[in-house]
Each structure stands twice: as structure tokens, then as C-alpha cells.
């Protein structure tokens, strides 16, 4: 498939625009949490993070249909830093992070007010986690490492397929490096398909993973999940220019 400036432009703006709006509903979410406590306030909160939820899968939907014209362009993205690719699972988080995250803000939590929750007082944030809902985390966690393994396996098979035929035959019959051909650009869409193919399956993966995740928390906790998971995002994001920066990458 060919990669024209016009694809990788629109790559770009969808990633900049996305970013951008991951600003704008940090501090729309930033905001909710100074909701004072009252009968609709849960209300109030699902609602907030229903919109969150459609903003990700209406960013996962648009990115989707350009990958099917430039997926590669997606598992090692120009837009994104070299820090942030570094990390990158089939072109984003793992899954199972969004879970890490959870454990990771309920134990910190759970320090920072130690002796507020010895006094008994409560603020019903993820470090008031539940024995019910932690068994239900761990069981998505379990279920999610699962299902990446599966994908992981995919994407080994995918990248294997490149030692293997019709590309092995193509380049030792290939008279040169530049040379290129009807049966290379076949070989190399057909493969383009099975990669886009499975960044969908991951996408899909990411989204469920994340609405498993909403489901097993109560409002406020899932307003102080997206918090932080936004907060990290910007915060890989802007760290990463800055390590680019010093290391001479514009």
C-alpha cells in the first residue's frame, strides 16, 4: 500500500486532535470530582464517564478506518515519541494496564490517608476498594492477559511470515533492493490486511477491557481512574518530547 503525505497527515491531526481532547476532559473530570455530595451526584458521574468512553471509541473508530490505507504507519508512529513507541502494544497500552493502574492508585491511596481511613473516614475513591469488586478485578485481569497472549501470538505469527513465502522467493529472485513488483505490492498488502485486521482485534480488546473495568467500579472510582489514566498519558507524552529533545530528536 502506498503511504501518500496526505495519509500521514491525517494520521497526525487524528492523534493531535485526540490529544487535545484528552486535555479538555481531564479538566472536565478534574471538575466532576468537586461535585458536592448530593442525590444525582453518581448520576452526574456516569454520565461523565459514558461521554469518556465514547470519546475513545469514536478515536479508536477514526484511527481504525485510516490504518486500513497505512497500518504500519500505526505500530510506529512519527506523532508519537520515541519513548511512547517504546511502550507500545500493537499500537497502544496493553489492556492490562488500565488493571496495573487500578492496584497502583488503590495502594496509593490507601498510604497517602492511612490514618484517615484508621479514624474511619471515607471518600469512597479507589482506595476504598471492596473484596468483591477486587475479585472481580483480578478475574478481568486474568482474563485480559489471556486474550493479549492470544493476540501476542498473532502478531509473532505476522511478523515470522516475512522470512517465509511469497516474500523469501520475491527477494532472492529480486535483482536489486529498489526493485519492486506486482508481486511484492500483493504480498505486502495482503500482509497490510492481516495487520490491520488485528489492531482492530486489539483495539476491541483495549475498549471492552476498559468498559469491564468502569463496570466493577462505582462513579466516583471510575472519575478518579480516568483521571489518572489521562494524567499518564499526557505525562508519557510530554516527558517523551523532552527526552527526544535532549537527545536531538525534532
Same mark, same amino acid.
Given at each position: ?10 494520521? =497526525? ?12 476532559? /481531564? ?11 448530593? $442525590? ?23 484511527? =481504525?478506518? /485510516? ?9 510506529? #508512529? ?19 494496564? %488500565? ?9 496509593? !491511596? ?5 490514618? !484517615? %481511613?484508621?479514624? @474511619? *473516614?471515607?471518600?469512597?475513591?479507589? @482506595? ?28 509473532? @505469527? ?7 513465502? #511469497? %516474500? ?25 490486511? $492481516? ?23 462505582? #462513579?466516583?472510582? *471510575?472519575?478518579? %481512574? /480516568? ?20 537527545? $536531538?530528536?525534532?
Amino acid at each position: 500500500m502506498a503511504t501518500s503525505s496526505g495519509d500521514q497527515g491525517q494520521q =497526525n491531526c487524528c492523534f493531535q486532535k485526540w490529544m487535545h481532547l484528552q486535555e479538555v476532559d /481531564l479538566s472536565e473530570l478534574l471538575q466532576a470530582l468537586t461535585l458536592s455530595e448530593n $442525590g444525582d451526584r453518581d448520576v452526574r458521574l456516569s454520565q461523565l464517564v459514558q461521554k469518556m468512553i465514547k470519546h475513545f471509541e469514536e478515536y479508536i473508530q477514526q484511527r =481504525n478506518r /485510516l490504518s486500513r490505507d497505512d497500518v504500519s504507519a500505526y505500530f510506529a #508512529p512519527a506523532w508519537c515519541t520515541s519513548l511512547e513507541n517504546s511502550m507500545l502494544w500493537i499500537a497502544g497500552c496493553r489492556p492490562s494496564s %488500565f488493571i496495573r493502574l487500578v492496584y497502583a492508585l488503590c495502594g496509593s !491511596e490507601i498510604e497517602s490517608r492511612l490514618t !484517615e %481511613f484508621l479514624q @474511619g *473516614a471515607r471518600t469512597g475513591d479507589l @482506595g476504598e476498594l471492596t473484596s468483591a469488586q477486587l475479585s472481580d478485578i483480578n478475574t478481568l485481569q486474568s482474563k485480559t492477559i489471556k486474550e493479549e497472549e492470544q493476540l501476542s501470538g498473532v502478531l509473532a @505469527g505476522l511478523q515470522e511470515d516475512i522470512a517465509d513465502q #511469497p %516474500f523469501v522467493v520475491i527477494a532472492r529472485t529480486s535483482s536489486g533492493a529498489s526493485e519492486s513488483n506486482g508481486d511484492v505490492e500483493r504480498a505486502l498488502d495482503e500482509h497490510a490486511k $492481516g495487520m490491520a485486521s488485528m489492531l482492530e482485534d486489539a483495539d476491541q480488546l483495549r475498549i471492552s477491557t476498559l468498559k469491564e473495568m468502569i463496570s466493577i467500579l462505582t #462513579p466516583v472510582q *471510575a472519575v478518579d %481512574f /480516568l483521571v489518572a489514566s489521562k494524567k499518564l498519558h499526557l505525562c508519557m507524552h510530554a516527558w517523551g518530547l523532552k527526552r527526544d529533545h535532549r537527545h $536531538g530528536r525534532e
